[in-house]
């Protein structure tokens, strides 16, 4: 699985030093944590998590959490790309997945 972060993101340094990641991938019903973490510096007090095997945060109550090894890092324009491979993961199938299209939630 890949995810890609602006090169100016205030966390791209801890990403880049970190050797496993957690992929939340939110539910319908969760905006309010996008938009926590749409901010610059998001305030990880405010999120209902736990850590997980890889001591990597668990958003609780989302679509899908996925706990990844860091594989390689691709530079590509404004963003650095990261390729990884899913450890562990879980899947709640009666959620569903907040999807951000438009400048918009739909």
């Not at 090169?7 to 340094?13: E, G, H, L, P, Q």
């Not at 095997?53 to 090894?69: Q, R, S, V």
Request: glycine residues 2%.
């Amino acid at each position: 699985v890949l995810f890609s972060l602006d090169i100016k993101a205030s966390s791209t340094n801890n990403f880049k030093k970190s050797k496993f990641f957690s992929i939340n991938i939110l539910g319908k019903n969760q905006t309010d944590i996008s938009k926590i973490f749409a901010k610059k510096y998001p305030k990880w007090k405010m999120i209902n998590y736990y850590l997980g095997e890889f001591k990597t945060p668990i958003i609780k109550n989302c679509l899908a959490n996925l706990e990844c090894k860091k594989i390689q890092l691709l530079m590509r324009g404004d963003h650095i790309v990261f390729i990884c491979e899913i450890s562990k993961a879980s899947f709640k199938d009666k959620i569903k997945p907040l999807i951000y299209f438009d400048s918009n939630y739909i």
